[in-house]
């Protein structure tokens, strides 16, 4: 069965962190480009950070340059979203997708409409609360 699993949210307290697990079944993510994608109620879903998983190319929206890292497992099939100095505003549902992307492309345009497509592989998305 092919799939995706999110895992790792939680509540957390302003400044805290978190480390999200997206662990992929039934296909290897080796030749994929993966992303980690949010949906704050009444928004839309916007990409937060991608990783091209061949190379380790990565690109981070500006919202959460310099707090949360991306990083992938091959050998685990997972890639990891490392989340620090979390704020009020980061509280969403988090996704991660993969979609085999081939031909050259612009990876921080890809994270930044990924999240308006469906296709690919999705995972059914995690909580992240960040609250006092």
């Known amino acids: 069965q092919v799939q995706l699993v999110e895992s790792g949210g939680g509540l957390v307290q302003p400044g805290g962190s978190l480390r999200l697990s997206c662990a992929a079944s039934?296909?290897?993510?080796?030749?994929?480009?993966i992303g980690w994608f949010r949906q704050a109620p009444g928004k839309e879903r916007e990409g937060v950070s991608c990783?091209?998983?061949?190379?380790?190319?990565?690109y981070y929206d500006d919202s959460v340059k310099g707090r949360f890292s991306i990083s992938r497992d091959n050998a685990k099939n997972t890639v990891y979203l490392q989340m620090n100095g979390l704020k009020p505003e980061d509280t969403a549902v988090y996704y991660c997708?993969?979609?085999?992307?081939?031909?050259?492309?612009?990876?921080?345009?890809?994270?930044?409409?990924?999240?308006?497509?469906?296709?690919?592989?999705w995972g059914q998305g995690t909580q992240v609360t960040v609250s006092s």
């Open positions: 039934g296909f290897t993510l080796n030749y994929y480009t």
């Open positions: 997708a993969a979609e085999h992307v081939v031909g050259s492309y612009d990876l921080g345009i890809y994270c930044s409409t990924r999240a308006r497509r469906s296709n690919g592989y």
């Open positions: 990783i091209v998983s061949s190379d380790g190319s990565t």
